[in-house]
């Protein structure tokens, strides 16, 4: 008996040592971070897809805006679409990019570019003077976003690979797209007649479901392969808050968008302004 109690004491400092080293491995688990600069005069980072590919924009001395991609290996490749600005907003796993240009007039255009470097220039049909703007593209080339009416209302889209473009309108006071997943689901933005934002969802069909966190305002941010949404919301102060809206299936109903929690806190800060529906001045640049 005394063997296998000295036994016992010896083999419980042992697993008493491994689990403050797993602890303290836990505790100090570091991240790399790693900076890089496109020039001198100002890089902004956009988007990053599976294999660290990430694309955003650069300045130059003139404050004209180019765009780039850098490779998980630190090589990056600049990229201009047009002579007046260039700003890529997303990158899919497969490297293509999509976003929007200025051409001399400062009106908006949308693109896409290839992973080889070829790009294709698109505007919406019904598309005003101001132009259009590519947002979120998914892995299959099916990209969101929206575009300028001549009365300065802004519609949402969906391009499909193949070029054909869909509008996309939540109720007749603008509608926001935001952000795509691979399903082909997008969420985004609209806006009510007293000027108050609600939430969507589009399936891949067309189908729509609209939401609200509360009354006072809801923002849409992104979708993850899940179908699940991210955002914010005013309260009654105009103070923000974060949400997650998590999309499930119940036994014996169709898909059906249920939100589960709500409860997150981001920011204490009134929300930031998307541009007036009813201004008649030329709109602000996203």
């Known amino acids: 008996m005394r063997l296998k109690s000295l036994a016992l004491f010896t083999v419980l400092p042992f697993f008493a040592a491994l689990a403050l080293t797993v602890q303290t491995h836990a505790q100090t688990a570091q991240y790399q971070i790693i900076t890089f600069d496109v020039g001198p005069y100002g890089t902004v980072a956009v988007s990053i897809n599976p ?6 924009e650069y300045f130059d001395a003139g404050e004209a805006s180019h765009g780039f991609v850098r490779a998980a290996d630190g090589t990056i490749t600049t990229f201009d679409v047009g002579l ?17 240009y200025l051409d001399v007039n400062r009106n908006l255009h949308g693109f ?6 070829t790009i294709t220039t698109f505007d919406a049909p019904g598309g005003g003077p101001y132009g259009t703007v590519g947002v ?3 892995p299959a080339g099916v990209i969101t976003g929206y575009y300028y009416d001549a009365n300065l209302m802004h519609h949402g889209f969906v ?3 193949d070029g054909t473009i869909t509008t996309l309108d939540v109720g007749p006071y603008g509608t926001f797209p935001r952000s795509i997943n691979p399903a082909g689901t997008i969420t985004g933005n609209y806006s009510s007649a007293g000027d108050v934002w609600h939430g969507f969802v589009r399936a891949a069909d067309g189908t729509v479901t609209t939401f ?17 949404i991210t955002g914010n919301y005013n309260d009654a102060t105009f103070v923000v808050h974060g949400y997650v809206l998590k ?5 014996g109903r169709s898909r059906e968008t249920t939100m589960t929690r709500t409860a997150i806190v981001t920011a204490s800060c009134a ?11 030329k709109p602000r640049i996203p």
Request: a positive charge; hydrophobic letters at 25%; zero cysteines.
């Open 247 to 251: 999309a499930s299936t119940r036994r």
């Open 159 to 161: 391009r499909a690979a």
């Open 212 to 228: 609200d966190v509360g009354p006072y305002g809801t923002d849409t941010k992104s979708i993850n392969p899940a179908g699940t």
């Open 112 to 117: 896409v570019r290839a992973a080889d470097g």
């Open 51 to 56: 294999a660290g590919g990430i694309t955003g």
């Open 271 to 281: 929300l930031p302004t998307e541009p007036s529906l009813r201004s008649t001045a």
């Open 84 to 100: 007046y600005g260039t700003h890529p907003q997303s990158i899919t796993p497969n490297g293509k990019i999509t976003g929007y």
């Open 136 to 138: 979120g593209i998914n």
